[in-house]
């Protein structure tokens, strides 16, 4: 239900369970964030190799994403060891508040389409 209400509004599932299990459930933020990144692994991989099959997937993006993925796990890991609960709640409502706020702010599609950014063009 997290995922479809998610990708409705054009935000990851994440960003409904884990103020659903922290705040209804009283769960800790650390198992709730666990938590919710193994269900967008599973629920990811599924996607992708059904992407990958009907040939939709730019696997040098994938790869390119992978690996930024991983590293950014390994790091996020490391400092949720080091950093207070206290203050994830807090990095992560802000995010949360900014992602709300970019997803409401109208976009204009020209501009949008008619400009490529540099690292796209790299890619």
């Known amino acids: 239900m997290a995922g479809l209400l998610g990708s409705l509004t054009g935000l990851g599932g994440g960003v409904i369970i884990v103020p659903l299990l922290t705040l209804l459930f009283g769960m800790d933020i650390r198992y ?11 629920t990811s991989s599924g996607a992708a190799a ?3 099959k009907e040939g939709f997937s730019n696997i040098r993006v994938g790869m390119f994403l992978e690996v930024a993925t991983t590293i950014g796990a ?3 890991a490391y400092l949720a060891t ?4 206290a203050a994830i709640a807090i990095i992560f409502g802000i995010v949360l508040l900014y992602s709300a ?4 702010k109208p976009e204009d599609e020209l501009a949008i389409q008619d400009r490529p950014g540099p690292f796209a063009r790299v890619l």
């Open 101 to 104: 706020w970019s997803s409401a």
């Open 50 to 52: 059904a992407y990958l």
């Open 74 to 76: 390994i790091c996020g």
């Open 32 to 42: 709730a964030i666990g938590a919710s990144l193994v269900s967008v692994i599973a």
């Open 82 to 85: 080091r950093i207070p609960t």
